[in-house]
Nanobody, 124 residues
Framework: QVQLVESGGGLVQAGGSLRLSCAAS????????MGWFRQAPGKEREFVAA????????KYADSVKGRFTISRDNAKNTVYLQMNSLKPEDTAVYYC?????????????????WGQGTQVTVSS
C-alpha cells in the first residue's frame, strides 16, 4: 500500500507560479512511476505529467509542455510539479498517482494509488 498526500495548491493570478508536492509513504517509493492528473469541474480527469522511477524520463501533456516541470526526490519520497505561466484553464483539482513498475503511463487507469487532490485556481 502507498499513501499519497498532495500539497501546494492555492489561488494564483494568471502568469503566476505554484509548486505542488506529493509526499508518499508506505512501500518503496523508488519502485513506482509517478504521474500528475487534473480534473476541472464538469470535465473528465486528464493527464498532466509523469516521471519514471529514477526520474530519467518524463512526459507532458501538450497543454502544459514548456510551462510545467515534473521532478522527484526518491530520498524524500516526494514528487513535485512546478507550474509556471499559469492560465485560467489550468484551474482544476490536481492529483498525484503512483504506478507499480519503472515506467509511467498517460492513462489514469494504469495507476494503482491516488492522493486526495489539491485545488489550483488561476484567476484572470
Amino acid at each position: 500500500q502507498v499513501q499519497l498526500v498532495e500539497s501546494g495548491g492555492g489561488l494564483v493570478q494568471a502568469g503566476g507560479s505554484l509548486r505542488l508536492s506529493c509526499a508518499a509513504s508506505g512501500r518503496t517509493f523508488s519502485n513506482y512511476a509517478m504521474g500528475w492528473f487534473r480534473q476541472a469541474p464538469g470535465k473528465e480527469r486528464e493527464f498532466v505529467a509523469a516521471i519514471s522511477w529514477v526520474g530519467v524520463t518524463t512526459k507532458y501533456a501538450d497543454s502544459v509542455k514548456g510551462r510545467f516541470t515534473i521532478s522527484r526526490d526518491n530520498a524524500k519520497n516526494t514528487v513535485y510539479l512546478q507550474m509556471n505561466s499559469l492560465k485560467p484553464e489550468d484551474t482544476a483539482v490536481y492529483y498525484c498517482a503512483a504506478r507499480r513498475g519503472l515506467y509511467y503511463d498517460v492513462k489514469d487507469h494504469a495507476y494503482d494509488y491516488w492522493g486526495q487532490g489539491t485545488q489550483v485556481t488561476v484567476s484572470s
